[in-house]
């Protein structure tokens, strides 16, 4: 069951490669990650840890539970919570970053066990479950952050 729920998570990760079966096959060739174009699948919502972190214990912790991908960059100690495509558009918050059609995300394989810049905090089941932007949104407001529209600009 393990090994088939891992293979529904690489189709469901591949389906956002432009070349699903060249990014398959660089995680089979041991790739810590690849790059993925972000808006067709999925975008990612990219907060500093100590923020991401406090959300995603409040989310884990709501009834019924809100599920979906989590990646942590090591690196640059940032979460990145997977959403619907849109689904942050217009969020301006400080320190957060929105990864959507034309942007590229670095993307280790889902069972990645960690070691590299980039790791699961909680990988992909592969189901397409995607975090609800409003719910992420609560979570990060209850959790110290406090997201507002993005006012609109004027360009005369």
């Known amino acids: 069951m393990q090994r088939a729920m891992g293979n529904r998570a ?28 972000a808006g067709r699948v999925w975008d990612v919502l990219s907060v500093p840890e100590r923020l991401g972190l406090g959300a995603l214990d409040l989310l884990r912790g709501m009834r019924p539970r809100a599920d979906g991908p989590v990646l942590m960059n090591c690196g640059a100690r940032r979460v990145g919570f997977f959403v619907p495509p849109a689904g942050v558009a217009g969020w301006a918050g400080s320190g957060f970053r929105h990864a959507g059609r034309g942007s590229w995300v670095a993307v280790p394989p889902p069972d990645h066990s960690g070691g590299w810049r980039m790791e699961w905090v909680l990988p992909p089941d592969g189901t397409g479950a995607l975090y609800d932007p409003d719910v992420v949104r609560l979570a990060l407001r209850e959790a110290g952050g ?4 993005r006012a609109g600009v004027s360009r005369r």
């Open 146 to 149: 406090a997201l507002a529209p």
């Open 10 to 37: 690489v189709e469901w990760l591949a389906a956002a490669a432009t070349d699903p079966r060249s990014c398959r096959r660089q995680w089979d060739q041991g790739a810590d990650a690849v790059l993925l174009e």
